[in-house]
């Protein structure tokens, strides 16, 4: 379900508001509601979101952070319910990691680290090893989680949030047995070897294309046409 992330907005669930998050988490048990961005309002720069903090304002104790901190009181009952921080981490880790910590306190004092699930939203940021690693690195400072209650961000809540909570929600079994390393082995050097044409397709690896808008831009690259950057159009001029 993706909330939050929007412009100025009516706080609606049309808009991205989490009101309606609860009725249908109560109406459908057998759902997972996994809320992208963790509902946090501002798009992208947390600049409001740190304004927020520093005013003062608290919402059941904490500092009320639109609209993340009511999405996590708002769930907290539901254990269909998961928090997933794609965005949100990228946002404040680097801008105002003083609202990071806030944000994972909250969603840690509410939700709880078995119902955080990591996202990085590399499709926007790129590679996302930087925001794994910030991740391992980050501790909630100790005054605030003494001042309003945020549990500590422990190892095992990282490897919860980082990966073992969504492989019990994609049904990847035995993660959580402690014996990982027997389980999952590094990627094999001859990977490639020892895979299907119709893998290596679908991946589109050299040589493999499965799709006719690649093949076409590799024949006009071949033709070694270079484009005109004409522009066709109407213009006004007075009569």
């Known amino acids: 379900v993706h909330k939050g992330l929007v412009p100025p907005q009516p706080a609606d669930p049309e808009h991205g508001h989490p009101a309606d998050l609860p009725k249908a988490a109560k109406d459908w048990p057998n759902l997972n509601f996994i809320t992208y961005h963790a509902c946090i309002r501002p798009l992208a720069f947390l600049y409001d979101s740190w304004q927020e903090v520093k005013s003062g304002k608290l919402r059941q104790g904490v500092p009320d952070i639109s609209w993340t901190t009511e999405y996590a009181i708002l769930v907290a ?4 319910t998961y928090a997933e921080i794609g965005t949100t ?12 910590a806030h944000i994972m306190g909250q969603l840690m004092k509410f939700v709880g680290s078995d119902r955080i699930v990591f996202g990085s939203d590399s499709v926007w940021y790129g590679s996302p090893q930087w925001q794994i690693d910030a991740f391992w690195r980050f501790q909630i400072p100790e005054d605030l989680r003494k001042k309003y209650g945020y549990p500590e961000l422990t190892v095992d809540a990282k490897r919860k949030i980082l990966g073992l909570n969504s492989a ?21 050097r001859d990977y490639e070897k020892r895979m299907t044409k119709e893998l290596k397709t679908l991946m589109e690896l050299p040589g493999f294309r499965a799709d006719n808008l690649s093949r ?24």
């Open 77 to 80: 009952p539901y254990k269909n």
């Open 89 to 100: 981490w990228a946002s404040s880790i680097v801008t105002f990691p003083t609202v990071a």
């Open 168 to 188: 019990r929600l994609y049904g990847i079994k035995g993660v959580e047995s402690g014996n990982l390393q027997q389980r999952f082995k590094p990627v094999p």
């Open 216 to 239: 076409i831009k590799e024949k006009y690259a071949e033709l070694g046409v270079e484009p005109s950057h004409t522009r066709h159009g109407w213009i006004r001029v007075k009569s």
